[in-house]
């Protein structure tokens, strides 16, 4: 099955809320950080909100800078090309908002919040949500490795 996880932002004004979408495998940080950053920096042209917008626009059966149109999955799912093999190709339901104290209660192991306002990305556990993994701050497209500038 892989790892499991959530991807998203916090609120744009109430930073105790989180706006997620549910990534069913390859959500460990040695893998999504710099597919992250990847989607980030070569999809998105460094463009967070963009990004965050387009990570929040489906569930995912996994996130990938190199899916292409052509990618295949057997379920049926549908590929976004840059971004992920998103999960059923009917509409989403929103994301789901999650008070910052309820993370422990996710069922997902990590969690990727890319913030828009200091355009950077955080890595939770949730196993100990008060304290980051680690945060990456994101640079422009053109002087950064698909690793990102970890902090």
Do not use: K
């Amino acid at each position: 099955m892989g790892t499991r996880g959530y991807v998203g932002r916090p609120d744009a004004t109430d930073p105790t809320l989180l706006h997620l979408r549910y990534v069913h495998s390859d959500a460990v940080p040695e893998y999504m950080a710099p597919t992250l950053v990847a989607i980030q920096q070569v999809t998105f042209a460094g463009d967070t909100t963009a990004t965050v917008t387009a990570l929040l626009s489906c569930v995912w059966a996994y996130l990938g800078a190199d899916v292409t149109a052509s990618n295949a999955f057997p379920a049926g799912d549908t590929p976004v090309p840059g971004v992920g093999m998103a999960i059923h190709a009917a509409p989403a339901d929103p994301p789901i908002t999650v008070p910052t104290h309820r993370i422990g209660e996710l069922s997902g192991q990590w969690i990727y919040l890319l913030d828009p306002q200091t355009n950077t990305l955080t890595v939770l556990s949730t196993d100990d949500p008060a304290n980051p993994a680690a945060t990456y701050t994101f640079t422009e497209p053109s002087t950064t490795a698909a690793t990102g500038g970890q902090q």
